[in-house]
């Protein structure tokens, strides 16, 4: 970009948990690579958990709005961010424009119905949360999510899956750009030391799979692995299964749950660990596969997993079946040999600067932004 912009980035929601997961991150990543790029960006999202709302994200200058829940309304996610609307038709006109991380929600998807309204240019990003599928998606995007994909300077799509699902919605009528997520290669220190540790950091959703992890740690524990495996995540349906399979290995805290890790300590939790075990299934591109790698923290996921080729082809960690036997084979090949293991995740780390660095990201953001101003 040759001249310096005013960008408005518009988030579903921000917590001290970071129950949002990936297009936060994603969100402020951007936000911040654009802003050290010499651009005027700002944050706009609901916000729930705050004692106090901040003024700033992830260093950058942000707009948060408390969500309450209202009634539920077909294939919208029930949250509304107090005081946003009327935020965001005094403001948004001082923006040359507006970057909207898209979902089927009360936050985003209004946001960019104004900025279509009010004539100011925007793009939307989708993060895999924009697909076809359910009756209730159809009675809200033939009105509604196919007239914002339509009128967006660009829709900013994960992959080529994601581009034919976006582009179905659309009638073929969005133009469409690949970006893939980026990240900044921490520089937080290592800080292993003590018995080995394995980690699970995501929601405990059914989808992520944490009883899997729980499962493999209760079986190598059982067969004398000495180490520690550790469950980070918000509950969100799976706590139940993983709370089982805990009772069942017995109340040595060596495998044990311990709720959601703040966004500003994600990357200093997960340097903490030897090795990040991924479970989910079909992970389209794990945000947290990245943030493991860019602290030097290598992998074991499933081969199912939208990275799994980045991370075999690296040598980052290993790719498995997916079932217990071939996560668990793999754990214990990697606590057990912790220079090994070190010596993964330093290759991931150098990969990840390469393939996934922010300056790949703001180039493309750059064209998706084209004339704006």
């Not at 948060?64 to 005081?83: E, N, S």
């Not at 119905?113 to 949360?129: D, N």
């Not at 059914?206 to 509950?235: C, H, M, N, S, T």
Request: neutral net charge; proline residues 6%.
């Amino acid at each position: 970009m040759t001249s310096r912009l005013r960008i408005l980035h518009v988030v579903t929601l921000a917590s001290p948990d970071g129950a949002f997961g990936g297009p936060l991150t994603v969100a402020l990543a951007q936000a911040r690579a654009l802003a050290d790029a010499g651009h005027d960006v700002t944050v706009a999202a609901g916000a729930r958990g705050y004692t106090e709302l901040p003024g700033e994200l992830g260093g950058v200058p942000a707009a948060l709005f408390p969500v309450r829940r209202v009634a539920p309304i077909p294939g919208f996610a029930p949250l509304w961010p107090i005081g946003m609307r009327r935020w965001l038709r005094a403001r948004l006109a001082d923006f040359d424009i507006v970057h909207v991380h898209l979902a089927r929600d009360l936050v985003t998807m209004p946001a960019a119905l104004l900025a279509r309204r009010m004539g100011v240019p925007y793009c939307v990003q989708t993060h895999g949360m924009v697909v076809p599928g359910r009756r209730a998606y159809a009675l809200i995007d033939a009105p509604v999510t196919r007239s914002v994909l339509e009128s967006a300077r660009t829709v900013l799509a994960l992959s080529a899956d994601e581009r034919e699902q976006v582009d179905e919605i659309a009638r073929s009528n969005a133009r469409i750009s690949l970006l893939h997520n980026g990240i900044r290669v921490s520089e937080v220190a290592r800080s292993r030391s003590g018995r080995p540790m394995a980690a699970f950091l995501a929601r405990l959703h059914p989808r992520k799979r944490p009883e899997v992890f729980a499962e493999i740690a209760r079986q190598l524990l059982g067969q004398g692995v000495d180490a520690d495996f550790v469950l980070y995540g918000p509950p969100e349906g799976a706590e139940g299964a993983v709370d089982a399979v805990i009772g069942a290995a017995g109340d040595d805290g060596r495998l044990r749950r311990t709720g959601a890790v703040a966004p500003d300590r994600v990357a200093e939790t997960l340097a903490g660990a030897d090795v990040l075990i991924v479970t989910a299934e079909r992970e389209p591109f794990g945000m947290t596969v990245l943030e493991a790698l860019a602290v030097g923290t290598p992998v074991i996921m499933r081969s199912d997993g939208g990275l799994a080729d980045f991370v075999e082809r690296s040598g980052a960690g290993l790719v498995v079946d997916g079932d217990v036997a071939s996560f668990a084979a793999a754990t214990a090949a990697l606590l057990a040999d912790r220079e090994a293991a070190a010596a993964m995740g330093a290759r991931g780390r150098e990969a990840v600067a390469q393939a996934y660095g922010m300056d790949g990201v703001v180039r493309i953001l750059s064209r998706a932004y084209g004339g704006a101003g």
